[in-house]
Structures are given as structure tokens and as C-alpha cells.
């Protein structure tokens, strides 16, 4: 996985850079981490402020959308329906070296549920009562029911999976290898279509469903009818997120994050939060992106046109948006770190997750 690879790569730099004092205790098993908040609040990264980055507006015309190849099957002409009683909201996390997916209070920190899904746990979203979790090196999903933990399905899908998230009634999995996105009926647990999407598809998000690609360098957005739009980014995408009638994809090696009209795809700004421009998460009137090199959050305001770094937690990697705290898992050291959208200052530990946190997802499954 190219954004694992990257931030391993991060964390050796910090590492070296800090002399190893400041990081955990290397992990060298598979140990259950237990049902806890976590050290005190001065044990968690500090949060720091940075001056505001103006937002450079876009210097050139809106590429134009190009159309899709066409898709490789039909899907369903209705999403299909789902009767499953509304979950409390949670906070879900993969741990990509341990293969695991945690089911977490958001309020408490308490690990409700631990499941072992298998090595290279990645991307992780809900949706129909369950946890979809991808899992890269077996190139399938895993679907964990929400409420109990069991397993209920593993679903092949494209090689070297990634991003996955659940719009419209479908669970939708990108394959960096492959270029492509699968479609799921979670009715059948069965990949309906295959959308050819470009080489090196990477980070997804729903609302429709967005999805970036690294080598290709496109944003795409997929409907359920698999009607698609494409728009040329110009660096390796990453990661996008949508909110408020708009769509940001970050461009990893240029360190800048691109803002678009979700319905023209037309560019509106482009803002730099440095080289490895990793995870992006859209909430509470902001576009929030994580830095896997310095360990920077961003805070992008749209309506501002500004950038800033809020804090720092190194070896940052999944982010997601609450119902009133903004979430970070630290790949560096196993946690999960959460904050106010108005005071990072007041960030402190959730819980610990084990070596290797990786991807966040928070909400009901349905």
C-alpha cells in the first residue's frame, strides 16, 4: 500500500530526527490491546499553532470532465434496502500489522469490539450493519457485523485494495493495483460492477462516490447507475472528501490539497499543507488533512480561502470527523488522538489501538 509505505517511511524520519525518546516501545507481537483511555493528557503530542497559508487560487480553466470507460456489469437499478435497527454512533479502526479492525466508544475510549480481520487491515466504512474493512494483501473486503463482531463475509475484490466507503446503498472498494472500483450489493455480498477508474486508485469518500487515483492522477465520481464524471488533478491523489457543495483531493508528492465545485467539478482553489499530503475528512464547515511527514493537521477553510496547521501528531495518518471532536490515528504510536474543532489545543488520547493505527470511521453502520 503506497500511503502505508510512505508513512513508515515518516515515522523513520521522526524517529531518527527525535532520537526514538518520544515513541512508543516497538510492538513485535500481536498483543490485544486493552479497553483503555489511554496514558494521562501529557503524554499525547502538543498541539501547536502555525500562521495561516492563504489558499492560491487556481491559475488555470477547469479541465474538462471526461467520460468513463464503460463499467464491466450492470448494477442493481435500486440501491438495495437494508432493515437494520440505527446503531449508537462509533468510532471504528483498523490496525494495519496486527489485521485489526476496533469498534470504540467515542465518548469513553472503551474497545467495544476487537476482530481480527487479517494482516494489512486498511480502509474502513459503514454502512448496512456492518463494518466494511479492507484487507490488501488477501485483495478482498471484510464485512464484520456492527453490533456482535462476527465476520459475515469476505468479498474478492480488485488487487492491492484500499479506500472503501458506503454511498447509496453499496459498499464501493478501489484497488491500487488494479485501477479499479468495485461495486457491492450488500444484499448479496457480490461485486455487481467493476468501474474502470485508472491506474492506482486509492482514497474514496461517499456522496456519490469520490475516488482518487495515484498513478492516473484523476479525481472520479461514481454514481450508482455507474454514470461517471473524471477530472485531470496534475499530482498523485491521495485522498478526497466532500462537504457543503464541494470536493478536495490531496495531491501527496505536491503537498497541496485541490478544491472543486462537486457538481461542475470545476476548480475553485488550490492550498499548500506541505509534501505528503496524506488522509482528508470534510466537517464542521472545514476540510481537515493529515501531514504523514511532519505530523501537521490542516484546517482548510473554504469560505476564508485558509490554511492552517492546528496541530501536530506525528506519524498522523487516518482522520474523521465526530459528532463534536475531531479524530486522528497515529500510525507512529498505536493511538487514537481527538480534539474540539475549535480548540485543538485541548486534543488529548482516546485509546490505544496497538502499533500501526491506521484508518478511522465514525458513525452508525445503519
Same mark, same amino acid.
Given at each position: 500500500?503506497?500511503?502505508?509505505?510512505?508513512?513508515?517511511?515518516?515515522?523513520?524520519?521522526?524517529?531518527? $530526527?527525535?532520537? &526514538?525518546?518520544?515513541?512508543?516501545?516497538?510492538?513485535?507481537?500481536? @498483543?490485544? @490491546?486493552?479497553?483503555?483511555?489511554?496514558? $494521562?493528557? #501529557?503524554?499525547?503530542?502538543?498541539?501547536?499553532?502555525? @500562521?495561516?497559508?492563504?489558499?492560491?487560487?487556481?491559475?488555470?480553466?477547469?479541465?474538462?470532465?471526461?467520460?468513463?470507460?464503460?463499467?464491466?456489469?450492470?448494477?442493481?437499478? #435500486?440501491?438495495?434496502? +437494508?432493515?437494520?435497527? !440505527?446503531?449508537?454512533?462509533?468510532? =471504528?479502526?483498523?490496525?494495519?500489522?496486527?489485521?485489526?479492525?476496533?469498534?470504540?466508544?467515542?465518548?469513553? &475510549?472503551?474497545?467495544?469490539?476487537?476482530?481480527?480481520?487479517?494482516? /494489512?487491515?486498511?480502509?474502513?466504512?459503514? /454502512?448496512?450493519?456492518?463494518? =466494511?474493512?479492507?484487507?490488501?494483501?488477501?485483495?478482498?473486503?471484510?464485512?464484520?457485523?456492527?453490533?456482535?463482531?462476527?465476520?459475515?463475509?469476505?468479498?474478492?475484490?480488485?488487487?492491492?485494495?484500499?479506500?472503501?466507503?458506503?454511498?447509496?446503498?453499496?459498499? =464501493?472498494?478501489?484497488? %491500487?493495483?488494479?485501477?479499479?472500483?468495485?461495486?457491492?450489493?450488500?444484499?448479496?455480498?457480490?461485486? *455487481?460492477?467493476?468501474?474502470?477508474?485508472?491506474? &492506482? $486508485?486509492?482514497? !474514496?469518500?461517499?456522496?456519490?462516490? =469520490?475516488?482518487? +487515483?495515484?498513478?492516473?492522477?484523476?479525481?472520479?465520481?461514481?454514481?450508482?447507475?455507474?454514470?461517471?464524471?473524471?477530472?485531470?488533478?496534475?499530482?498523485?491523489?491521495?485522498?478526497?472528501?466532500?462537504?457543503?457543495?464541494?470536493?478536495? $483531493?490531496?495531491?501527496?508528492?505536491?503537498?497541496?490539497?485541490?478544491?472543486?465545485?462537486?457538481?461542475?467539478?470545476?476548480?475553485?482553489?488550490?492550498?499548500? *499543507?506541505?509534501?505528503?499530503?496524506?488522509?482528508?475528512?470534510?466537517?464542521?464547515?472545514?476540510?481537515?488533512?493529515?501531514?504523514? #511527514?511532519? /505530523?501537521?493537521?490542516?484546517?482548510?477553510?473554504? *469560505?476564508?480561502?485558509?490554511?492552517?496547521?492546528? +496541530?501536530?501528531?506525528?506519524?498522523? #495518518?487516518?482522520?474523521?470527523?465526530?459528532?463534536?471532536?475531531?479524530?486522528?490515528?497515529?500510525?507512529? %504510536?498505536?493511538?487514537?488522538?481527538? %480534539?474540539?474543532?475549535?480548540? @485543538?489545543?485541548? !486534543?488529548?488520547?482516546?485509546?490505544?489501538?496497538?502499533?500501526?493505527? %491506521?484508518?478511522?470511521?465514525?458513525?452508525?453502520?445503519?
Amino acid at each position: 500500500m503506497r500511503r502505508l509505505v510512505v508513512t513508515i517511511f515518516a515515522f523513520s524520519l521522526i524517529t531518527a $530526527a527525535c532520537g &526514538g525518546s518520544d515513541s512508543p516501545a516497538e510492538v513485535t507481537g500481536a @498483543p490485544t @490491546p486493552q479497553a483503555t483511555t489511554g496514558p $494521562a493528557a #501529557t503524554d499525547a503530542p502538543q498541539a501547536t499553532a502555525a @500562521p495561516a497559508t492563504t489558499a492560491a487560487p487556481a491559475a488555470t480553466a477547469a479541465p474538462a470532465a471526461t467520460a468513463a470507460p464503460a463499467a464491466t456489469a450492470a448494477p442493481a437499478t #435500486t440501491p438495495p434496502a +437494508t432493515t437494520e435497527a !440505527m446503531q449508537p454512533a462509533a468510532l =471504528w479502526v483498523t490496525n494495519n500489522s496486527e489485521g485489526k479492525v476496533f469498534k470504540v466508544d467515542p465518548a469513553s &475510549g472503551d474497545i467495544l469490539l476487537e476482530v481480527e480481520v487479517g494482516t /494489512g487491515a486498511a480502509g474502513v466504512a459503514l /454502512g448496512a450493519g456492518s463494518a =466494511w474493512v479492507v484487507v490488501g494483501p488477501a485483495a478482498e473486503v471484510v464485512r464484520v457485523n456492527a453490533e456482535t463482531g462476527d465476520i459475515e463475509a469476505r468479498i474478492a475484490v480488485g488487487k492491492d485494495p484500499e479506500g472503501v466507503a458506503f454511498s447509496e446503498g453499496f459498499a =464501493w472498494v478501489s484497488a %491500487f493495483t488494479s485501477g479499479t472500483v468495485s461495486q457491492i450489493d450488500p444484499a448479496t455480498d457480490a461485486v *455487481v460492477v467493476t468501474h474502470d477508474v485508472g491506474a &492506482g $486508485a486509492t482514497g !474514496m469518500t461517499a456522496g456519490s462516490v =469520490w475516488v482518487t +487515483t495515484w498513478t492516473a492522477e484523476t479525481l472520479s465520481r461514481i454514481a450508482a447507475d455507474g454514470t461517471r464524471q473524471q477530472v485531470d488533478l496534475g499530482g498523485a491523489g491521495s485522498s478526497p472528501a466532500v462537504g457543503d457543495g464541494m470536493v478536495a $483531493a490531496t495531491l501527496f508528492e505536491l503537498g497541496e490539497v485541490a478544491l472543486f465545485d462537486s457538481e461542475t467539478l470545476d476548480p475553485l482553489a488550490t492550498f499548500d *499543507v506541505g509534501s505528503n499530503a496524506n488522509v482528508m475528512t470534510y466537517g464542521f464547515g472545514a476540510f481537515w488533512v493529515t501531514n504523514s #511527514t511532519s /505530523g501537521e493537521i490542516w484546517r482548510i477553510d473554504p *469560505v476564508a480561502g485558509a490554511a492552517e496547521a492546528v +496541530t501536530v501528531i506525528p506519524g498522523a #495518518t487516518g482522520i474523521t470527523a465526530g459528532a463534536d471532536m475531531i479524530y486522528v490515528a497515529s500510525f507512529s %504510536f498505536g493511538r487514537v488522538y481527538q %480534539f474540539p474543532p475549535d480548540n @485543538p489545543s485541548a !486534543m488529548n488520547d482516546l485509546v490505544e489501538t496497538g502499533a500501526d493505527a %491506521f484508518e478511522l470511521a465514525y458513525g452508525n453502520a445503519g
